[in-house]
Every structure is written in structure tokens, then in C-alpha cells.
């Protein structure tokens, strides 16, 4: 798609970190000497999708193929794995 973002934008994180610094506010000093709170970590999960749709390539019928796998032959390159 040509309106698809490809990451999230640095304004998306930095208005997540705005607001929760307003909902769970760090008071300066406890008594352990450290920062109060709620420490805060982030996932990132990515996901695709797919619909089918008339305009798309249609495979070709079940047993019409001219080749055979087998028939590619697959060779390892000097240092590579």
C-alpha cells in the first residue's frame, strides 16, 4: 500500500512517554534514595495481512507444471553454509 507507514514515528513514542509521565508522575525522592514510579517497558509486534482480491495472479491448475524441484540443484559456496 502506497499510505502505509513502514515504523512507528518518533512522535508516536514521545507522546506515549508524555502521557505516562503524567498518569504515573516519579516523585523526586523516596527512601530508597531512587526515582518513585512505574518503571516502563515497550513490545513491539508486527503483523501482516492479506485479502484476496480479483485482480491478483490466480495459481495455475493442480499438476501443470513443466519442471520438477528436484531438478534444481543447489550448490554450497566455498565459506558459505
Known amino acids: 500500500c502506497a499510505s502505509r507507514k513502514e ?6 513514542f514521545l507522546g506515549g ?3 505516562y509521565r503524567e ?3 516519579a516523585e523526586e525522592y ?4 531512587g526515582g518513585g ?11 501482516i495481512a492479506w485479502k484476496e482480491h ?3 495472479q490466480k495459481p495455475d491448475d493442480r499438476g501443470s507444471a513443466t519442471g520438477r ?13
Open 7 to 12: 515504523r512507528v514515528g518518533l512522535g508516536t
Open 17 to 19: 512517554a508524555c502521557l
Open 23 to 25: 498518569l504515573y508522575p
Open 30 to 33: 523516596d527512601e530508597g534514595g
Open 37 to 47: 514510579g512505574i518503571v516502563a517497558s515497550a513490545q513491539v509486534i508486527y503483523g
Open 54 to 56: 480479483e485482480s491478483q
Open 69 to 81: 524441484l528436484t531438478d534444481i540443484s543447489v550448490t554450497k559456496t566455498e565459506g558459505g553454509a
